[in-house]
């Protein structure tokens, strides 16, 4: 029986010597110590021996299955130490940091308007909105535009062919955000004191360095008893050192506007000239000052197109471009950069 148990031990070393995956390993171990293996079934033949062959083919059956036990599992480990040692050849550079998923950024667009809401909601301002497609009466009629007006003109708006069937009213592309006070005021929900913002997507037949087919602007509207233009230069002085972080002179120069009177247009102290470190300042050209766009108090016959009596109450709105205003925070050369979907300028923006 010694020798049998020592053949089948050669047996296993012999095998072992030819296994090289982790499945021959483990035909292996059950070929000899499994259920039905050689070993265990020289161990069942024991009990035929007399008590002194057992005691001494027992300790060696004990000393041979022992050390097949660890021949595997020292084979088991060095073949997963083989397998790992393949894995890492086959990477590059294990120095290198993981890939990144790519994260969306906020448009300069968004970042600009994010931040003239949030400044406004602090000075008690509404935020308002209206729909792109306008109807005319909203975007010129109520709003004091005649009908011969040149603005109405199609080589500056966009006129929208309403859908069959539907009233033969006159839609356009919104080509300002000035509809939203008219839509604001008569909105029978909010009567006087009224003070809104309205920032958003405007739509005009223009196409340059510094002119877009579509922009942004942002609306401000303050209706109530006794508000005058003293109210609105303090509200954009207010506005304007809040943004910026300090304060910026304002300027109010005579214009004409259909819906307001009197109108301007409101330019700002300019706030970048301190970059130009000595020399001329890029952004006003030296100048000094930034255009924001125009102002005025609301004319009585837009009040009267609304229902409020102008008698009784007054009011003062703003209408600025915000294109032009992101320009000028990131200096941005080119108001179509904005506009192509590039995503290599739009990451230089992150939020
Ligand atoms: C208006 O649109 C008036 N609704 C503003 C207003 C509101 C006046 C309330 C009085 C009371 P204007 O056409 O000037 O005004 O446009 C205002 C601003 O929009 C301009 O100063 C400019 O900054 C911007 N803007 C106008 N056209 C374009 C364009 N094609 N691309 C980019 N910005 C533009």
């Excluded at 309403?162 to 509809?179: D, I, K, M, W």
Aim: one cysteine or more; hydrophobic letters at 45%.
């Amino acid at each position: 029986m010694i020798d049998r148990l020592l053949q089948e031990q050669a047996a296993f070393e012999a095998a072992l010597s030819a296994v090289d995956d982790e499945d021959g390993l483990y035909r292996l171990q059950v070929a000899f110590l499994g259920k039905k293996g050689s070993i265990t079934g020289l161990s069942k033949q024991m009990g035929a021996l007399s008590p002194a062959e057992r005691k001494s083919l027992g300790a060696e059956l004990n000393r041979v299955k022992d050390a097949i036990a660890a021949a595997i599992e020292g084979r088991r480990v060095a073949l997963l130490d083989a397998a790992r040692s393949r894995d890492l050849a086959r990477v590059e550079d294990l120095t290198m940091p993981p890939l990144q998923a790519p994260i969306g950024t906020l448009h300069p667009l968004t970042l600009a308007r994010r931040a003239l809401e949030k400044t406004f909601r602090r000075m008690g301002f509404d935020v308002a909105e209206g729909p792109h497609v306008e109807h005319g009466a909203y975007n010129f009629d109520a709003l004091n535009i005649a009908a011969n007006h040149p603005a109405r003109d199609m080589q500056d708006t966009f006129f929208v062919r309403p859908r069959a069937g539907q009233p033969p009213t006159e839609l356009v592309l919104r080509t300002h955000t000035s509809p939203v006070q008219v839509r604001t005021m008569l909105d029978g929900g909010r009567p006087p004191p009224i003070r809104v913002i309205a920032p958003g997507t405007v739509f005009r037949v223009d196409d340059d360095a510094t002119h877009s087919p579509m922009f942004h602007q942002i609306e401000g509207l303050y209706v109530d008893r006794g508000v005058t233009m003293a109210d609105l230069k303090a509200t954009l002085l207010q506005f304007t050192s809040a943004f910026f972080g300090r304060s910026l002179a304002v300027r109010l120069r005579p214009s004409y506007f259909p819906f307001v009177e009197p109108g301007a247009e409101c330019d700002m102290q300019c706030p970048f000239c301190q970059r130009a470190r000595g020399g001329v300042c890029a952004v006003c050209k030296g100048s000094g000052w930034i255009e924001l766009g125009g102002a005025g108090m609301v004319h009585p016959a837009v009040f009267e197109a609304v229902g409020i009596d102008p008698e009784i109450y007054t009011g003062w709105a703003f209408g600025f471009g915000i294109d032009r205003m992101a320009m000028l925070m990131y200096e941005i050369p080119d108001l179509r950069l904005m506009f192509d979907g590039d995503v290599r300028f739009l990451r230089g923006f992150a939020g």
